[in-house]
């Protein structure tokens, strides 16, 4: 008898990774990972926070904590806490109880459930997304069984910058009861957010055409290092418009909990009653997809935003993060001026987050990974994080010789 494997296709690798495990293998005496999503610290290492080694330890010594299930939506600290970081203590939803937080494996898992749910209750099967937009958004709904998978135009390679007239036109033309992801700021791939006037003009398109927005916020804090700031967005459209909506929250970035998958699906409605019958069916759908949520990297969350010592260390070393990013974008774009690469690159120091959408074309990252050893998505996407004041010379002098002469 064959294989039942016998016709199994090779996937597809998946690109970031892939482009991790080819830097690894690169024998190079200088070489560069500007590719990996994560926070690098100046000497190109992960960095524990230390606040989160403090909870950790603080859990460890906690005789009274043991391995039990939680519930199916979560830990309850933490879900209260996570839609108050996001919507402020203040919000009315909060307030009128008319929000709830459904803990999930990471920003992905809270997508997921979302996608699922708005597929199966709503009857949903159109959703738009940025072009680009993070690589996995499609896959997610793909995988769910949305039949339509659209785009709307966001980058403006031109001028690299917001398109906001062509995401506002498509954004009309969407039909109604479309899901819409949103990046709540610090956009994925191209570092381009809306001006909050911009942001006004997406909500009232979304609220006239009856559109279902489901915000993706991966990296609050990350982009201006203020937490508050970087949830303007969304508090705008909960808090101001109303509107009845998703959010998908990591603490992937902001915590550095990657591989603990800590995320949460904010979830707003128009009064308490609603909720409770949402919250029914969500955790349904949380049922059978993990059944129940880790509890380490909930654990640590909870511990750090419910005490308020521990919570305004965690917003310093924040603050610290997005310092590191907003320097390297700045010595980048003083480097490439300094040694008169052609083109503007003021870009680098208008977009936000961890992320630079640099303008390079395929050729020329080609020519950066093989000449050069740096390693970057083909679409020019760099993580500012990869940069160092060690490598940073290095990687200008690299691009001036690509842009110049590719």
């Not at 933490?78 to 203590?89: D, H, Q, Y």
């Not at 909990?257 to 995320?263: F, H, I, K, M």
């Not at 349904?284 to 909930?298: A, F, I, K, Q």
């Not at 511990?303 to 305004?312: Q, R």
Request: net charge neutral; proline share 4%; charged share 20%.
């Amino acid at each position: 008898m064959a294989s039942w494997f016998a016709n199994i296709e090779q996937a597809v690798p998946i690109e970031v990774f892939q482009l991790t495990a080819r830097y690894r293998e690169d024998p190079a005496a200088t070489k560069v990972n500007l590719g990996v999503g994560a926070f690098r610290t100046d000497d190109g290492e992960p960095w524990v926070l230390p606040v989160v080694r403090t909870a950790e330890s603080q859990m460890a010594a906690d005789l009274s904590l043991n391995h039990e299930y939680l519930p199916v939506v979560g830990l309850a600290s933490f879900r209260t806490a996570s839609v108050s970081l996001l919507l402020g203590p203040d919000s009315p939803a909060i307030l009128e109880n008319r929000v709830e937080g459904v803990q999930s494996l990471g920003g992905t898992g809270a997508l997921r459930i979302a996608a699922d749910f708005l597929f199966k209750h709503l009857k949903m099967e159109t959703v738009y997304v940025s072009a680009p937009t993070w690589g996995n958004h499609k896959g997610i709904f793909k995988s769910v069984g949305y039949p339509n998978i659209k785009e709307y135009r966001y980058w403006d390679a031109a001028n690299r910058s917001l398109d906001i007239n062509g995401m506002v036109e498509d954004l009309k033309n969407a039909p109604p009861k479309s899901v819409v992801i949103l990046h709540a700021c610090a956009h994925n791939p191209t570092g381009v957010d809306p001006t909050p006037e911009q942001w006004n003009l997406i909500g009232d398109v979304c609220q006239e055409k009856g559109l279902f927005v489901l915000f993706d916020c991966a990296y609050q804090g990350f982009s201006s290092g203020d937490l508050d700031k970087d949830a303007w967005a969304v508090r705008e459209f909960v808090n101001k418009r109303g509107m009845e909506l998703f959010v998908a929250q990591s603490y992937s970035k902001n915590f550095g909990l990657y591989n603990e998958r800590v995320g949460n699906l904010a979830v707003v409605t128009k009064d308490a009653e609603t909720m409770a019958r949402v919250r029914s069916q969500l955790e349904l759908v949380v049922r059978t997809t993990w059944s129940n949520p880790p509890n380490h990297g909930g654990r640590i969350v909870s511990t750090v935003l419910n005490n308020s010592a521990l919570a305004a260390e965690w917003k310093e070393s924040v603050q610290k993060m997005a310092d590191r990013i907003l320097l390297m974008r700045k010595q980048l774009f003083e480097k490439l001026r300094a040694n008169g690469t052609p083109g503007k690159w003021d870009h680098i120091v208008k977009q936000t987050g961890m992320f630079s959408f640099t303008g390079l074309n395929p050729q020329q990252v080609d020519i950066l990974i093989s000449k050069y050893h740096i390693y970057l998505l083909k679409t020019g996407r760099i993580n500012m994080c990869g940069l160092t004041t060690k490598n940073i010379d290095y990687v200008a002098k690299a691009i001036h010789d690509v842009v110049s002469n590719a």
